[in-house]
T-cell receptor, first 115, second 114 residues
């Protein structure tokens, strides 16, 4: 596609439920990032993939968070046993290469609300 | 570790007025610097970036920013604001030769009065 696509746009879940958020990056983009954006804050790094390899997951807040990119294209961020503090916008970004000189292209995000 | 401070949470300007959004960074060497804009319900769009060379960089939508090493600043400017510029603006810093992961500021919300 022309841009980074994320689905669903909105997700409401009850506390304790598992959720899965999807990111479809720009075709051919090697690098894929997940960010968490709390209300009124900037994006905070969660995890990074280069192709199918998860090279950095240092930003994942707990072991309830899990991300995968099995074929080096689409990625899924899964949150198990959701908590209210997980409520945020989850942004996905992709870039052509692993380098800050390459611009990151962001999707519109998934707004997750935990009741 | 790198960090970014955007001291203004909200900025209000009149349409047609000039704009300056402040950004201060902390990093031990020459950083990579970015400005992004985020409209409601949308992702971030890159406005401009600084890697090296000319310290005054031009971006899209008529924006520019100036890197001032002595002040650890990278302020965003626009000579005449349009109502469509109302959005959230984020400054970000990255490490040259280091982590490929940028650190974002908390953002400045721009409100434009007609």
């Amino acid at each position: 596609g022309a841009g980074v696509s994320q689905s669903p746009r909105y997700k409401v879940a009850k506390r304790g439920q598992d959720v899965a958020l999807r990111c479809d990056p720009i075709s051919g983009h090697v690098s894929l990032f997940w960010y968490q954006q709390a209300l009124g804050q900037g994006p905070e790094f969660l995890t990074y993939f280069q192709n199918e390899a998860q090279l950095d997951k240092s930003g994942l807040p707990s072991d309830r968070f899990f991300a995968e990119r099995p074929e080096g294209s689409v990625s899924t961020l899964k949150i198990q046993r959701t908590q209210q503090e997980d409520s945020a916008v989850y942004l996905c970004a992709s870039s052509r290469e692993q380098a800050l000189t390459q611009p990151q292209h962001f999707g519109d995000g998934t707004r997750l609300s935990i009741l | 570790a790198q960090s970014v401070t955007q001291p203004d949470i909200h900025i209000t300007v009149s349409e047609g007025a000039s704009l300056e959004l402040r950004c201060n960074y902390s990093y031990g060497a020459t950083p990579y610097l970015f400005w992004y804009v985020q409209s409601p319900g949308q992702g971030l769009q890159l406005l401009l970036k600084y890697f090296s060379g000319d310290t005054l960089v031009q971006g899209i939508k008529g924006f520019e920013a100036e890197f001032k090493r002595s002040q650890s600043s990278f302020n965003l400017r626009k000579p005449s604001v349009h109502w469509s510029d109302a959005a959230e603006y984020f400054c970000a810093v990255g490490a040259q030769g280091g982590s490929y992961i940028p650190t974002f500021g908390r953002g400045t919300s721009l409100i434009v009065h007609p």
